[in-house]
């Protein structure tokens, strides 16, 4: 199948959920020259339609008694329900060239939004479009090559937190059998930040309004690989990877000269992170164990105008992690269980109180946690590149920063097509300050401008527990194609949030004596063939 056909409380992420789900692709069986047209397209078809409703996404209690703002950022109720449909295809042009192609389209109910347009500006949003050319294919080597759009991800976890994205660009894929595989991300037009008066189809990203065109140095790349081997022994898969990026003059890209408002040149920020993951799989004959491990050190610069006091911000840390799985056949029944332990460094403060490290920086990996934190809040375990620089906000209800997260999930599967899948996720901030609390007036008058004492505050809520996240989810597969499924989950704050800072520090105030339960309720069908 091209996409999930339900939806798992131990998998939900903006990966796996209809909304942002990516379509990949399927693979297709070789086409014979005798066979007829239809039989060299191969496609995939989706449509689902949920209902959601959450609130306290800011762990807040409404507060219509403070002013306007404050009621504006805690009455954070909703519900609403939307329909997507989505499509990938395979057409085999010729034996060595195909054409791969998917795109989904989602829409509102109410008002006669479900045929509008996306944040993009388009009707469809594109995940595949790309050309994949077999170049070389002899005994014991293929090369092959893919241009344009494309999924690309290390492999070999159920959550890959330091690269799962869409690539735009080239890669290579060299296939050596036994002696393992190759693929190369040779080329990786991550974001375009330049001046749109030269391309007529430009679209203007983020509204961003750039004063000069920073000498052409205004796209971010990213470049890599990985060697994976899956062939050698039976069960086990081994991984060697390293990425790196360049970061064009846009967002963290760009500070020295405030977006291009002071002058046309790019700070020249880097990110780099290679790392090794490695899994066992045992088949057995009523069960599937597994076990896998991880390790990634990342590093590079985020510089800054330090000309106003401030420390360019180094990229200096590591994430590793760990797992098991097992899979269970119990006759009129099916058991799953997964455990699951992920760390990855947070950001370090100086005795000064400002920044001197983000940490480890990933590629642009998964979300983390289920229905509340992965697909509402959309949380990730680390801070990353993105399309405007390195993307850090360990204070944000949209957070991003260095985590360490600790998974468990069973599920049980019955004869008569019912699931029922349980999860739990614990996190816990692992950043951390040299600040001298005692002191906080004294470091709040030598803050440089731009920074307040707000932001020194808000230190003395790093490295405490962030909070624990419960999900259930309830599923019925009708038939092969139709499957109606339930989510619901809770997420329950920690001491983190406990520590109220204001919106100066970040969107995620918290509060000292009244903190809410985060829940939200999901249900919905979808139908693939």
Do not use: C
Request: hydrophobic residues 35%.
């Amino acid at each position: 199948m091209v996409v999930p056909s339900t939806a798992l409380a131990q998998e939900l992420s903006p990966e796996e959920a209809v909304s942002t789900g990516k379509v990949q692709a399927p693979e297709i069986a070789p086409v014979e020259v005798e066979e007829e047209e239809d039989e060299r397209l191969e496609w995939d078809f989706r449509l689902t339609s949920e209902v959601h409703s959450s609130d306290n996404a800011g762990f807040r209690q409404l507060d219509e008694e403070n002013g306007n703002q404050e009621r504006i950022e805690t009455d954070d109720r909703h519900t609403f329900a939307y329909t997507s449909i989505a499509l990938g295809a395979n057409y085999r042009v010729l034996d060595d060239t195909r054409l791969n192609f998917s795109a989904s389209h989602s829409g509102l109910w109410g008002s006669d939004q479900i045929g509008g347009t996306n944040e993009y500006g388009g009707f469809f949003y594109v995940y595949d479009l790309n050309v994949d050319w077999t170049a070389v294919d002899v005994d014991g080597f293929e090369l092959s090559a893919k241009f344009g759009r494309q999924a690309h991800t290390i492999g070999g976890t159920p959550r890959d937190y330091f690269l799962r994205d869409n690539v735009d660009g080239l890669t290579l894929t060299l296939d050596m059998e036994e002696a393992g595989r190759v693929r190369i991300l040779a080329f990786d037009l991550y974001a375009s930040q330049g001046r749109p008066d030269t391309v007529s189809f430009l679209q203007w990203h983020s509204g961003r309004d750039l004063v000069y065109n920073m000498r052409g140095e205004t796209n971010t790349f990213r470049y890599g690989g990985v060697y994976e081997n899956t062939d050698l022994v039976e069960g086990l898969e081994a991984r060697a990877f390293g990425y790196f990026a360049s970061i064009g003059g846009a967002g963290t890209g760009a500070d020295r000269t405030h977006e291009g408002t002071l002058g046309n040149f790019s700070d020249n920020d880097f990110s780099w992170l290679a790392g090794a993951r490695a899994s066992y799989f045992l088949e057995l004959d009523t069960a599937r164990l597994g076990v896998y491990g991880e390790y990634a050190y990342s590093g590079g610069i985020d510089r800054k105008e330090v000309n106003i006091g401030v420390h360019d911000v180094a990229i200096d840390g590591q994430a590793f992690g760990a797992g098991l799985s097992g899979d269970m056949d119990l006759g009129p029944a099916g058991l799953s269980l997964a455990l699951q332990y992920f760390r990855a460094d947070g950001a370090q403060y100086g005795a000064d109180g400002l920044q001197y490290n983000h940490g480890f920086v990933s590629m642009g990996g998964s979300y983390a946690g289920g229905l509340n934190m992965g697909r509402y809040n959309g949380w990730r375990p680390s801070a990353y590149v993105s399309r405007d620089g390195i993307a850090h906000g360990e204070h944000d209800i949209r957070r991003e920063g260095g985590t360490q997260i600790l998974h468990a999930g069973l599920g049980a599967t019955l004869e008569q097509g019912l699931r029922l899948d349980l999860g739990a996720w614990m996190y816990q901030d692992t950043g951390s300050t040299n600040l001298d609390f005692d002191r906080l007036d004294a470091a709040g008058d030598r803050l440089p401008s731009g920074y307040s004492r707000d932001q020194l505050e808000a230190q003395q809520r790093l490295g405490k527990s962030l909070g624990t996240e419960l999900n259930a989810s309830l599923s019925y597969q009708a038939n092969d194609a139709l499957s109606l499924y339930g989510v619901g989950g809770i997420f329950l704050p920690g001491e983190f949030y406990e520590i109220e800072i204001t919106r100066n520090a970040g969107s995620a105030r918290g509060s000292v004596d009244n903190l809410q339960q985060f829940w939200a309720v999901s249900a919905g069908a979808t139908l693939v063939f």
